[in-house]
């Protein structure tokens, strides 16, 4: 059994005459409560039963004893732990830290804000300390309701994407630095509770050519000679957001590859590349209901991220172009980005999004 251990069985051997003790307490002030209004009662009440009353209130007032109170036990017998050390080994560890401890008035970085994102929060944080030279940055999280941090992110970025946040519940976040040319990691900054209202964007389960994650959030292309679009489980994404698919791994690429969103499942097409969709082939060619466009966009690569950001720019009486809906669409991927107006027939309050592979070993995470 370890010291904690012995601790905690300590504690929780000591700590039940307390508990008795308290739940008497307790029980006597409840049931004094419960007197004092009976009495209130009794003396505000109607003429004719008030004497009744009275009588009865003074028969359980007899019974009580409001001036007692449970034995609590004397100090001395309250246990009381103590780690008794020797003074030579206080002396090493004095050394120690007057060796290798700082002493700062607050921590180099800070916490600076959070993000929803569906199913994930973007934590950014800045430097406070301007003579602070950051080599690296230590991010951690953990569930308001679970005892330890752990590291999620360490590098030289300022912003990060943590995944798998489940929606409506609360983490808090911590980060810290390392100076350039240090070993030891800098103080905490002041922990901060973040949280998504968004649910996490999935795939629809069933379609033979993919395999999904268990989160259903990662989608790999199979060796499965079936083929088709696979589609979003429902229309999860909404103007103002952006959407983000991450190539995790690549395959023979194919003109008629593609991801992007669309306004509704069709079954039937073997890509997105179709009306009332927008989406970027393997190669990098941004395709608007059905039609290639002139611009293009770098081809995708293992590691890369293409996102989708939509507003709405016109909704009313139908245009020039036949539509009455008008989404202004940018899809960026490897520093590049292309903008267009996508016109839709119909008002789109959200989105599906999709993806289709010809050969297998893709694998995207889409967030």
């Known amino acids: ?3 904690l251990q012995e601790v905690d069985a300590i504690e929780q051997e000591s700590i039940k005459p307390l508990d008795e003790c308290q739940k008497l307490i307790e029980h006597g002030v409840s049931t004094a409560d419960d007197l004092l209004r009976e009495g209130e009662s009794a003396v505000h009440g109607d003429v004719g039963q008030q004497n009744e009353k009275l009588c009865s209130f003074t028969k359980k007032a007899l019974h009580i004893q409001l001036d007692s109170l449970p034995e609590v036990p004397s100090l001395v017998d309250v246990p009381c732990l103590s780690a008794q050390l020797d003074d030579c080994l206080l002396t090493i560890l004095k050394n120690q830290i007057f060796r290798h401890g700082t002493v700062a008035s607050c921590p180099p970085v800070q916490l600076e804000e959070f993000v929803e994102k569906p199913g994930g929060i973007l934590v950014r944080w800045c430097k406070v300390d301007d003579d602070f030279i950051p080599q690296d940055y230590r991010l951690q999280y953990r569930k308001s309701t679970a005892s330890h941090f752990e590291d999620v992110y360490v590098g030289l970025e300022t912003e990060f994407i943590v995944l798998h946040i489940d929606p409506n519940v609360d983490y808090q976040f911590r980060v810290c630095a390392r100076g350039d040319g240090r070993q030891e990691w800098s103080p905490w900054s002041v922990p901060q509770i973040g949280r998504t209202t968004l649910v996490p964007h999935e795939w629809t389960t069933g379609l033979e050519g993919y395999s999904l994650s268990s989160r ?41 590859d593609s991801l992007g969103v669309c306004v509704e499942q069709q079954n039937g097409y073997d890509s997105l590349q179709r009306d009332k969709a927008v989406c970027i082939s393997t190669n990098g060619a941004v395709f608007v209901n059905g039609k290639e466009m002139t611009n293009q966009l770098p081809a995708v690569t293992s590691g890369s991220t293409v996102t989708f950001d939509m507003e709405v720019v016109q909704l009313g009486p139908s245009s020039n172009e036949g539509g009455n809906f008008k989404l202004r669409v940018t899809i960026s991927s490897n520093n590049r980005e292309v903008v267009f107006d996508w016109v839709l027939d119909q008002c789109c309050v959200s989105l599906y999004f999709g993806c289709s592979f010809s050969y297998p070993g893709w694998k995207v995470l889409v967030f």
């Open 216 to 256: 259903r959030n990662i989608a790999l292309r199979n060796d499965s000679q079936s083929c088709g679009v696979l589609y979003s489980k429902a229309p999860t994404y909404f103007c103002g957001q952006t959407l983000t698919f991450r190539i995790e791994t690549v395959g023979q690429p194919d003109r008629r």
């Open 1 to 3: 059994m370890s010291l």
